[in-house]
């Protein structure tokens, strides 16, 4: 027998007891507990995904940061994001329009 089976990872009970909630919590009149089980098991997988994800993402940081301790000058990215925010024109027209058509009905008559 291998030391190291190759079962999938086994799910923490705090994983499958969120994806529990998460389902109860959108659960739909009618639907039965085998379909809530069943969308209780795809978020438990979205769940382990996402914290594979965010080991792998930890992992590289920390072997950038173990590299740019052993040569800091190797690691010095200068990143310039210029954010520019742009309004539409069409509120700032029907703003004018409306005030201009207001300003004629009220004083419309005395021109």
């Known amino acids: 027998m291998p030391k190291y089976s190759k079962n999938r990872s086994k799910v923490s ?3 499958k007891e969120e994806a529990m909630a998460a389902a ?18 795809g978020i ?3 769940i382990d995904h996402y914290k ?3 080991k792998s993402k930890a992992r590289e940081l920390d072997k950038k940061l173990k590299n740019a ?3 800091p000058r190797e690691l010095e990215v200068q990143i310039n994001e210029v954010v520019r925010y742009r309004q539409h024109w069409l509120p700032w027209s029907l703003l004018f329009v409306s005030w201009l058509a ?3 009905f009220l004083f419309g008559d005395k021109l």
């Open 102 to 104: 207001f300003s004629v």
């Open 24 to 41: 109860k919590a959108t659960q739909r009149p009618g639907q039965t507990k085998e379909q809530t089980k069943l969308i209780a098991q």
């Open 52 to 54: 594979k994800q965010q």
């Open 44 to 46: 438990q997988k979205g």
């Open 69 to 71: 301790k052993s040569a």
């Open 13 to 15: 009970e705090e994983t």
